[in-house]
């Protein structure tokens, strides 16, 4: 059990996770360094960090893969006019779906992709994400 109380849920770690993803894409920082700032800066221990560090490592291990997979999901938008939020929520989202060590319900990590979309995204995000996502799913099964 995590002592934290302030990550109580898979939710909230994403959420860091999404702010170390967004300040790489932005800025260029490290973003295992940033993530490892975040997380000590919250004393975040246990199974949430290294939750956060398998997302994390798992984007990075597999960025230009997962940047196809959202470029041919998305073929209307090119990646760099994708809004940063939305390119990173996907990248953790696909990337954990398809190479974090452990395994968590499809729908479950596609749902927690919208939540992430409605809380830092804009209005037209969660819809882009679901759109994205369901269409990785479908493709995933047909594979």
């Not at 993530?35 to 230009?64: C, P, Q, Y």
């Amino acid at each position: 059990m995590d002592p934290n109380p302030f990550i109580s849920n898979r939710r909230e770690v994403r959420v860091l996770v999404l702010q170390a993803l967004c300040e790489y894409d932005s800025v260029g920082h490290d973003a295992i360094v940033v993530l490892e700032r975040i997380l000590d800066d919250r004393k975040i221990v246990g199974d949430s960090r290294g939750f956060a560090r398998d997302i994390v490592e798992k984007v990075l291990e597999n960025f230009s893969s997962v940047d196809n997979i959202i470029g041919k999901l998305a073929s209307d938008w090119p990646l760099t006019q994708i809004a940063v939020v939305d390119r990173n929520v996907l990248r953790m989202a696909i990337s954990e779906l398809r190479w974090c060590t452990e395994r968590v319900p499809e729908k479950a990590v596609l749902n927690e992709a919208v939540e992430l979309a409605k809380r830092f995204g804009s209005e037209s995000s969660p819809s882009f994400v679901n759109g994205v996502l369901g269409s990785h799913m479908k493709a995933s099964i047909a594979i």
